[in-house]
């Protein structure tokens, strides 16, 4: 279990994260950043099959900006408080 602040030049972004059972929940808060700026969550993925979710939403690469950029998946966030979560898949 790990939480924090990250300070940006456009306002403090507040990230959680914990392990529970067989995946990881997070909660990400961008609500005093400027609506106009998007930021990218980069969620580990590795090498195996990962399910993964935001605002109860399943990611995939290729939708809605997301990306797989080697081992990690690229997560565009706008301004607001998201949370989700990530766990390994059966192949």
């Known amino acids: 279990e790990a939480s ?5 030049e456009f306002g403090p ?4 994260w ?11 808060d961008t609500s005093k950043l400027p609506s106009t700026i998007t930021i990218n969550l980069r969620l580990p993925v590795g090498t195996q099959n990962v399910s993964a979710e935001l605002d109860g939403t399943i990611l995939k690469a290729g939708a809605k900006g997301i990306k797989q950029e080697g081992r990690w998946l690229e997560v565009p966030l706008t ?7 990530w766990k390994s898949s059966p192949n």
């Open 4 to 8: 924090g602040t990250v300070v940006t």
């Open 13 to 16: 972004v507040s990230v959680a």
């Open 18 to 28: 914990n392990h529970d059972a067989d995946q990881w929940n997070y909660t990400v």
């Open 79 to 85: 301004s607001g408080k998201h949370q989700g979560f």
